[in-house]
């Protein structure tokens, strides 16, 4: 029985998405539940899954190629079939291709793109012979044309002009750099490749949020010397109660709450010429992944106590870095927190993250000598960058609510008190 696979339904925030990579090809046997395609939108990679044991019998939709909300994109046969597989806009093959395929290279290239495959059987090539550079191992077109190129330099130069449609390259080409043009100097590489459609959005909102927010920056320091004081004392027992390690950012973010429940303006939102007030308390936390910058979202951080925050900030971390990260785990937000101190940055002037109309920067620690008490004394100093919408925000309303998120740091005991 046929079944058609289609795409997601896709939230009104998402327009469209790519097909990034088939896990599977027409005719290869899959098991239920099987992961058959990632969809990348401009927020997250989705996953499509086989509906039940069977193959792919046709593809619709390549990699590279855009699908909307619900289309289709693959037709599914249930159960085993040994009817040869179909391929949108396949052409005709060769004799040449035709031995390809039946040859032991043939076969192992049944788990290879459409592009891949081609090439393979263009060449003549062992496809069991090539190491892959993909994600598990996948071969890539890249791949296949670094493999060539030492054997073959005038067929992998004839295969780049007409894939990239450059001018032919000089006689003195020794290399192609992965995804890249040859060039006579292979000093001066370059290479031109797509914006993911993540970094694409993400350039897209910060240009927004610079030409559409009046965005100021104040700044502060804060004394971490009680934080880490507690985290030396107290790490071995919290790991033991909550299970994870006592880290910076579960501070930051009660901190945080506690002084957006005084200055309410910084937890709000302006929607055209009305200023929308949150009764709720969701955090964003950035973390870089291999994708780039995203933002998941703590939901009603206020409730929520050291343990549970650290936790969960954990859990978002290694969703991102795995690209596991739902549309849910990105959606809204009332204020962000982004520590590129993790980097070695000490001050820096973070954009904001539309609609919020705030975003606290953290910074490197480091030592610094400070006068207390008349004396001079060594302590672990972190600078602090809040940046905000001066259209709601005044730097009055500003600069109180950096000073209370310092004093909450400096003071930690002032958040178990709530005073």
Known sequence: MSIEINAPQFPESVADGTIATWHKQPGEPVMRDEL??????DKVVIEV?????GQIKELLKGEGESVLSAELLAIFEEGVSSSAPAVKKA?????????AAESPAGSASASLSPAVRKLVAEHGIDASSIIGSGKDGRILKEDVMNFITPNDPSAAVEEVKKIEKVAAPTPALTAIPPGGVPLANEDRIERRVPMTRLRARVAERLVQAQQTSASLTTFNEVNMKP????????????EKVHGVRM????FFVRAVVESLKRFPEVNASIDGNDVVYHSYYDIGVAVSSSRGLVVPVLRDADKKGLGEVE?????????ARDGKLTLDDMTGGTFTLSNGGVFGSLLSTPILNPPQTGIIGMHKIQERAMVVDGEIVVLPMMY???SYD????????????LVQVKQFIEDPARLLLEI
Do not use: W
């Open 384 to 386: 602090l960058a809040l």
């Open 247 to 250: 880290g910076f950012m579960a």
């Open 49 to 53: 899954v086989a509906p039940a044991d």
């Open 36 to 41: 058959l395609v990632d969809i990348e939108t």
């Open 311 to 319: 936790a969960q900030i954990t859990e978002l971390a290694m969703k």
């Open 390 to 401: 001066h259209r709601l925000i005044d730097g009055k309303e500003a600069v109180g609510f």
């Open 227 to 238: 934080i880490m004081e507690m985290r030396k004392n107290y790490k071995e027992q919290f």
């Open 91 to 99: 052409p005709a093959a060769s004799s040449a291709q035709a031995e």
